[in-house]
């Protein structure tokens, strides 16, 4: 049995309830001017004020004992939606669309998603390995304990099994926890462009079952959006993934109002991304289904569009989390502080909702909600330490990184 102390912090958590926090719930969160975290063997024994955590850490052995010296401490970001395994940049695609060309006419044009298949379809498992490994650790850097990642540019069943060996791997040689999506229906590949339902087809035929034999994907995703799967497309999709044994997620009203939203409530998802075009009859019925919103402002950012809607949301009360979207064309980057700031400056969240989005909300959107996204005892010590007096420091100084120490179950791993 190891024990480490960690005492003189100021500590900043949302509480674990039966459901995800929404509404007003979602900024309440849990202070202690001065606390103490006390750490067995990974996971939290006791936290809380210091004196009440000092005394029953008095009772057993200690092993070690660190000093915060009065940083904000917070749980560990979890990043419930990325792209991150990915085998090239797509530098030249950001500078076309720089130069007035969208997201979606790239796509349709054979770049976009269908540049990043090629490169994955090319790369051996190694490398992809690699290149995916050099962001997941920047991410951990940047404080991201726990991490969703999705298959999605392989779109064959083998490159798609390819991915999720390889998103395995990086949960299996890394201190992260990682809940893996399967997302063969992130787009149809160029071999379908002229018959997109025999391709639907195959991702229920084969794709689907084969990802499920394999076992490492808990999630199935879709890309819901015009001209890549349609309500009904991704209706039938999803619903062959739930008979495979799968939980749903879905990429929802990202570019148009296509109703992926209102298909998420229908559903009864775990959560529905981006929702930056939904509408507002949608959104109350993920609010009475209790779909989550998994919202990516960084998307927002690089795509120049407006942000989604989360005001409303939290008002309509819909559960909402935070996510990077890390991926080579819509949102490079692995930065859940950069992802708080935009929430708080740019989409008017309260510094404590921005926590909950990043923390226990969006451990509820990887159904992670057990062990991480909030200090309490018999969790794991997944934890950050901030160069700040409280998390508004991630918003606040912009554009840098406020995480000093990186702990998962009580290790310090940066
Ligand atoms: O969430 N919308 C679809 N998928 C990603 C983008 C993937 C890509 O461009 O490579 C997204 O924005
Ligand atoms: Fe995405």
Redesign the pocket.
């Known amino acids: 049995m190891t024990s480490t102390l960690f005492r003189n912090a100021r500590i900043f958590t949302p509480l674990q309830s039966d459901r995800p926090l929404a509404g007003p719930e979602q900024g309440r969160v849990h202070v202690v001017p001065r606390g103490a975290l006390l750490c067995t063997n990974g996971l939290i024994a006791a936290v809380g004020p210091e004196e009440e955590v000092l005394r029953k850490a008095l009772r057993g052995e200690l092993d070690l004992e660190v000093d915060c010296r009065g940083a904000c401490m917070i749980p560990g970001f979890v990043d419930p939606?990325t792209?991150i395994c990915?085998a090239a940049r797509?530098e030249r695609e950001f500078a076309l669309r720089l130069a007035g060309k969208s997201?979606l006419e790239i796509?349709q044009e054979g770049g976009?998603?269908l540049s990043?298949v090629e490169a994955v379809r090319s790369a051996s498992e190694e490398e992809l390995y690699r290149f995916t490994l050099k962001n997941v650790l920047s991410a951990l850097r940047h404080g991201t304990t726990t991490m969703e990642i999705?298959s999605?540019?392989g779109l064959s069943t083998e490159a798609e099994l390819k991915m999720l060996t390889v998103i395995d791997r990086i949960a299996r040689e890394t201190p992260l926890d990682v809940a893996a999506t399967f997302?063969g229906g992130?787009?149809v590949p160029r071999e379908y462009k002229d018959n997109p339902e025999a391709f639907v087809d195959l991702l229920v035929n084969e794709m689907i079952p084969a990802a499920a034999r394999q076992g490492i994907a808990r999630f199935c995703d879709v890309?819901c959006?015009q001209g890549?799967f349609s309500v009904t497309q991704s209706r039938r999709i999803l619903q062959a993934a739930r008979t495979a044994g799968f939980r749903l997620r879905i990429?929802a009203d990202?570019?148009h109002d296509l109703g992926g939203a209102g298909l998420a409530a229908e559903l009864g998802t775990v959560s529905a991304?981006?929702l930056l075009a939904a509408n507002e009859a949608n959104l109350k019925a993920m609010a009475a289904s209790g779909v989550i919103a998994d919202v990516?402002p960084a998307?927002a950012y690089s795509?120049k569009k407006p942000y989604a809607p989360v005001r409303r949301m939290i008002e309509l009360g819909v559960p909402v989390a935070l996510a990077t979207?890390c991926?080579?064309?819509?949102?490079f980057t692995e930065s859940v502080p950069f992802v708080f700031g935009l929430g708080v400056l740019a989409m008017d969240m309260t510094v404590e909702e921005a926590l909950t989005a990043t923390t226990l909300n969006a451990a509820w959107s990887v159904e992670m909600h057990h062990r991480v996204g909030s200090l309490e005892e018999g969790k794991q010590a997944d934890f950050l330490l901030l160069d700040g007096e409280s998390p508004a420091i991630l918003a606040y100084h912009a554009g840098v990184s406020s995480v000093m120490e990186v702990y998962k179950k009580g290790v310090r791993v940066a």
Not at 327 to 331: A, F, I, L
């Open positions: 939606h792209h990915f797509r997201y796509l976009g998603i990043s999705k999605g540019y997302m992130h787009a890309f959006e890549v990429h990202e570019v991304e981006h990516l998307t795509l979207d991926n080579p064309g819509s949102s």
